[in-house]
């Protein structure tokens, strides 16, 4: 069983930044999708961003300008660099990934493996 691990969420002011990171393990082959969802109590998953392979990435449009996703293959990490952090962004963020290609780069359903999550709240 893949096992997804998220880390790097903490308590920051608007304006500032933040930094998460995904670590992976117990997988027999690749993990060719990756990506970052972020989840705010009584609203439905939203996804932020997918990676496939190391350099093909997809943003939603909220998170084009200020998050960049990122994939470190050999040290098997994935990380989502926020900046101009807004009290909008306070969620749950989460890491999820699938063996197969990023084909429907936003739905959860496509999604195999996700971490617990890891809690960002942004002050205003």
């Known amino acids: 069983q893949v096992h997804l691990v998220e880390s790097g969420g903490g308590s920051v002011q608007a304006g500032g930044s933040l930094t998460l990171t995904c670590g992976a393990s117990n997988y027999s082959s690749g993990l060719n999708c990756m990506a970052w969802f972020r989840q705010s109590p009584g609203k439905e998953r939203e996804w932020i961003a997918a990676?496939?392979?190391?350099?093909?990435?997809n943003y939603a449009d909220f998170a084009k300008d200020r998050f960049t996703i990122s994939r470190h293959n050999a040290e098997n990490i994935l990380s989502l660099q926020m900046d101009s952090l807004k009290p909008d962004d306070t969620a749950m963020y989460y890491c999820?990934?699938?063996?197969?290609?990023?084909?429907?780069?936003?739905?959860?359903?496509?999604?195999?493996?996700w971490g617990q999550g890891t809690q960002v709240t942004v002050s205003s």
């Open positions: 990676i496939s392979g190391r350099t093909l990435r």
């Open positions: 999820a990934a699938r063996g197969s290609g990023c084909t429907n780069w936003s739905a959860t359903f496509a999604y195999n493996y």
